[in-house]
């Protein structure tokens, strides 16, 4: 007699089938709501270049009065409307700006009074008119880093220059002064007197002087006098 396999009862089988629809759609749902990485919103804005601050003369606006090139480096004379207040700007913006003290000094700042030399020190002298006299300041660079020495110059004859003088690729402030020992600047005495010019280093030594003249305009160059070497003697005491 045949034995006859066990025979599993269909309701269990349609129950199982539907077990395992049911675990496939619960997968389904959880791979459809999971949350999703956030989709690109293109390409990266750059950032926003800083804006310069900027520069003020006298609580205003600066104008530029006048502007040099000294080894590639750009060189600007800002001042307020009146002149009162003065900067110098060196490299591009917003650069190193400097205050210029000689502005404090009543002088008269516009489009000659920078004068810049390039060489092993680069320097740059501003200068400005103030009655019969003129007043010089001077901003020089080494190693690329330029500084305010806080030396002013001062010609009571008018006459102030940058030049190499000694011709060893560093120029040299050239001060043209009355000679008048014993006589205040600027008295009659002294405005009568003889002139010379005097060489001063960029470190403000005195090199030497020229003979005595009648006026600024018997010097070599005048009015950006251009003195050598051979022109200077020692300075009367």
Do not use: N
Not at 154 to 182: E, K, M, N, Q, W
Not at 219 to 229: A, C, H, M, Q
């Amino acid at each position: 007699m045949r034995t006859s396999a066990a025979r599993t009862p269909r309701s269990a089988l349609l129950t199982a089938v539907l077990a395992a629809v049911v675990t496939l759609g619960a997968i389904g749902a959880v791979f459809l709501l999971r949350p999703r990485p956030a989709e690109p919103s293109g390409a990266a804005e750059p950032a926003a270049a800083p804006v310069p601050p900027v520069v003020t003369c006298g609580g205003g606006p600066c104008r530029q009065v006048a502007a040099m090139t000294v080894g590639g480096v750009p060189v600007v004379l800002l001042t307020d409307a009146s002149g009162g207040s003065a900067r110098v700007r060196v490299g591009p913006e917003p650069g190193t700006v400097f205050e210029l003290a000689i502005a404090q000094l009543g002088v008269r700042l516009d489009q000659d009074s920078l004068r810049c030399i390039d060489g092993a020190a680069p320097a740059c002298l501003i200068r400005g008119d103030a009655g019969k006299a003129a007043y010089g300041e001077l901003l020089v660079a080494s190693g690329g880093v330029w500084r305010d020495p806080g030396k002013p110059y001062f010609s009571d004859a008018g006459t102030l220059s940058l030049y190499d003088v000694t011709a060893d690729g560093r120029p040299d402030v050239i001060v043209v002064r009355h000679d008048c020992p014993g006589a205040e600047p600027g008295t009659p005495k002294c405005d009568a007197a003889p002139v010379l010019g005097q060489v001063y280093d960029l470190a403000g030594r005195s090199v030497g002087c020229t003979r005595r003249v009648t006026s600024p305009s018997d010097l070599r160059g005048w009015p950006d006098i251009r003195l050598t070497r051979a022109d200077l003697r020692p300075c009367p005491a």
